[in-house]
């Protein structure tokens, strides 16, 4: 049974700003599947004494103390830019949005 | 744009309100990285490997942050999660460099909690939904094209100093039975919202700078029909924009509506200079940001014991301040409103702090301060005068040594930037005459206005007006007016 459809699979890779052909939509949706079967398979076995996981560490509250560090200089931040305007990150033409 | 007149929109439809809230926290760093948070710094110049997502950075949440969170929780009587994550909103904006926000999705810090304000004598009990806490982004600037908007631009830069403020975004449960008080509720739950977060110290609730700013939801139905769809509108910067958003949008869509048309579920930006909104973009559902739990941060998990000191400790609300105050001050609710109103409460209770009745501190900032604020079309607070400016003023009109003139020529010249009470009174001479310099004033006046002098004189006490005018002109504004009307009638009688 095939749980996820190609247009699922067109939908994530738009959100995801991947081109992805025509054939490779059918081979995504194919994978995506035996994907989400194998983590369905995972949550047969959670039982109700294993709770649910976001993080492999039992740990809570690691916080840092609000204190100021050493911020990097422009010249630093900027270093890897592709493109540099007015000490600003230059990016291409943002479509289809406003914010 | 059509619209039907928000009166006669009203007369068929009731609106349902939903605000979101994002505020700024006043930390010294990031939310989860050490670079300063300074508003007006050059660009790019607090980021570092963690905000910017370089390869291999990390996360570590910022505890100050989540204290103010918790506090803030606390204050609009939320319930505060015994454990939450925070996730990952993905989306494809340069905003952010990471390709995704860190927020929180379906585990907030602080939920179920509720708001009350106060429209025309009504109490409004505004439900809050959550308070949550996240990262602000970036700001970009979009160059090119005729409008500096992203329409027509050629290209955008970007500066990251904002990215990865702790932003505390507040969200209220859907507000209905407000009816035509839609637009001023929505008003007055913003501006009791930041006297909250003042009270509570936890941002400067700077709204010219963005640092408080709400997205506005409204929709239409009929008397008993299900709520209709919402629309959105973003970034809406000032109280004014708040009430005005409200109504211009009950009146766009009751226009819709009437005319057999569907409302869109989307965003919608306003127009300060219109009062109108204009379409945005079609409203993503959540699903598409794809949330999750960040796997860079751990969970947090509250003491119950922290959270219970931060709720004792927790300042006295406004409210609640508010209604000690004017018990303290014997005034009445439509004074004490007009003082809310004009952002006078705070800047009173400082006077009378340095040493002013309350009463004459409530007359000099609602009066002459108050005219001299709406001349110059500031905020009250943003005089350049202190409360202890006013109460040596207030003083020394109850000492004797000015009167009602010279104060207001004291105040003028400290609010003209001419130094202390004292250095302006000296500077520009603002002395009440004594009583030597008076008799002699009085003894001129007398001599010079015969007329009037005969009339009291033989009984008729009312002409004694003209003469202590005259006597006030003669003496340059610094004649004790009472005093000089005691002498005039003692010597005519």
């Known amino acids: 049974m095939s749980a996820i459809t190609r247009d699922e699979v067109a939908h994530l890779a738009k959100l995801s700003r991947l081109a992805l052909t025509d054939d490779e939509l059918g081979h995504f949706a194919t994978q995506l599947d035996v994907i989400i079967g194998s983590v369905a ?59 | 744009m059509s619209v039907i007149a928000f009166d006669k929109a009203l007369e068929r439809f009731e609106p349902v309100l939903g605000l979101e809230t994002h505020v700024e926290l006043g930390t010294a760093s990031k939310m989860f990285c050490g670079c300063a948070t300074g508003f007006g710094a050059e660009p790019n110049t607090q980021v570092c490997p963690t905000c910017l997502a370089f390869p291999g950075s990390l996360p570590v949440a910022n505890e100050a ?10 204050a609009l009587n939320c319930s505060i999660a015994e454990w939450c994550r925070f996730a990952r909103k993905n989306y494809f904006y340069p905003d952010m460099p990471k390709n995704y926000q860190i927020s929180q999705y379906d585990e907030p810090l602080c939920f179920d909690g509720y708001l009350d304000v106060e429209v025309g004598g009504q109490t409004y009990r505004v439900e809050i939904e959550r308070v949550h806490l996240e990262e602000d982004t970036g700001k970009s600037t979009h160059v090119g094209g005729a409008t500096g908007r992203i329409h027509g631009a050629d290209y955008s830069i970007v500066d990251y100093n904002r990215a990865g403020i702790p932003l505390v975004e507040i969200v209220t449960k ?35 700078q963005g640092s408080m700013r709400f997205d506005v939801n409204v929709s239409l139905n009929e008397p008993g029909a299900p709520w209709g769809t919402r629309t959105e509108t973003k970034n809406v910067n000032s109280f004014r924009s708040v009430e005005r958003s409200v109504r211009g949008e009950i009146e766009r869509q009751a226009f819709l509506l009437t005319s057999g048309e569907k409302i869109i579920q989307e965003t919608r930006h306003f127009h300060e200079d219109t009062g109108t909104t204009t379409s945005g973009r079609s409203k993503e559902e959540a699903q598409d940001y794809r949330y999750f739990p960040d796997p860079d941060l751990v969970p947090i998990a509250p003491d119950p014991t922290w959270v219970a000191t931060l709720r004792d400790t927790l300042p006295e609300l406004p409210s609640v301040k508010r209604k000690r105050l004017q018990s303290e001050w014997s005034v009445s609710d439509h004074d004490m409103e007009s003082m809310y109103n004009a952002g006078a409460i705070d800047l009173v209770e400082a006077t009378i702090a340095a040493g002013a009745p309350a009463a004459d501190a409530r007359k000099w900032w609602m009066g002459e301060l108050a005219r001299r ?101 003669a003496s340059r504004g610094k004649a004790d007016a009472g005093r000089a009307r005691e002498i005039i009638l003692e010597k005519l009688s």
């Open chain 1, 41 to 99: 398979k995972v949550a047969e076995i959670a039982a109700e004494d294993v709770p649910p996981s976001s993080h492999a560490l039992p740990l809570t509250n690691v916080f840092r103390a609000d204190e100021v560090r050493q911020s990097l200089t422009p010249q630093q931040a900027l270093s890897g830019a592709p493109a540099v305007e007015d000490d600003r990150f230059r990016v291409p033409r943002i479509l289809g949005e406003e914010a």
């Open chain 2, 65 to 74: 942050a989540i204290e103010a969170t918790i506090r803030i929780g606390l």
């Open chain 2, 174 to 208: 859907p507000i209905t039975g407000t009816g035509a008080m839609a637009p001023e509720v929505a008003r007055a739950y913003g501006v009791e919202l930041r006297e909250i977060m003042r009270s509570l110290g936890v941002s400067d609730v700077r709204m010219d």
């Open chain 2, 373 to 473: 604020a709406n001349e110059s079309g500031t905020a009250l607070a943003d005089l350049p005068i202190t409360p202890g400016d006013v109460a040596r003023v207030s003083e020394l009109v109850a000492s004797g040594s000015l009167n009602d003139k010279l104060a207001r020529a004291a105040l003028e010249g400290i609010l003209a930037g001419e130094g202390s009470a004292d250095e302006v009174i000296a500077k520009r001479g603002l002395q009440i005459a004594d009583e030597g310099e008076l008799l002699a004033i009085i003894d001129q006046v007398l001599a010079d206005n015969t007329d009037a002098a005969e009339k009291v004189r033989s009984g008729k006490v009312a002409a004694v007006g003209a003469l202590v005018g005259a006597v006030m002109k």
